[in-house]
């Protein structure tokens, strides 16, 4: 099927930034909608921003203006840009991705998917 890592998580001061990235792969055919959750100690998994296969984003109120979602849609990848964090901030974040991919080895069926990455920890200090 199609798998999705995560990297850039990592402990940073409140006010910083930090970039992560979001590599799907696998047998993909077409990725449409990405999206970009946390999922902080005894919450609930939230949507931060998502961003559509033409490029299209929507972020949660709670991080409007501070972080940025981007995508190459040619590596697969999503670019999650997080600014001015605060130690609200302070969850796993996990990658999302939907799309079709090849189910067989000739790749003349396609079928649907979605996935989850494993997640990674963003700390913020204060």
Not at 13 to 33: K, T, V
Not at 68 to 88: F, G, H, Q, V
Not at 92 to 117: E, I, M
Request: net charge positive.
């Amino acid at each position: 099927q199609v798998q999705l890592v995560e990297s850039g998580g990592g402990l940073v001061q409140a006010g910083g930034s930090l970039r992560l990235s979001c590599l799907a792969s696998g047998s993909i055919f077409s990725i449409n909608a990405m999206g970009w959750y946390r999922q902080a100690p005894g919450k609930q998994r939230e949507l931060v921003a998502g961003i559509t296969s033409d490029d299209s984003t929507n972020y949660a109120d709670s991080v409007k203006g501070r972080f940025t979602l981007s995508r190459d849609n040619a590596k697969n990848t999503m670019y999650p840009k997080m600014n001015s964090l605060k130690s609200e901030d302070t969850a796993v974040y996990y990658c999302y991705a939907d799309g079709r991919y090849y189910s067989d080895s000739y790749k003349t069926h396609r079928l649907p998917f979605g996935s989850w990455g494993q997640g990674t920890q963003v700390t913020v200090s204060s």
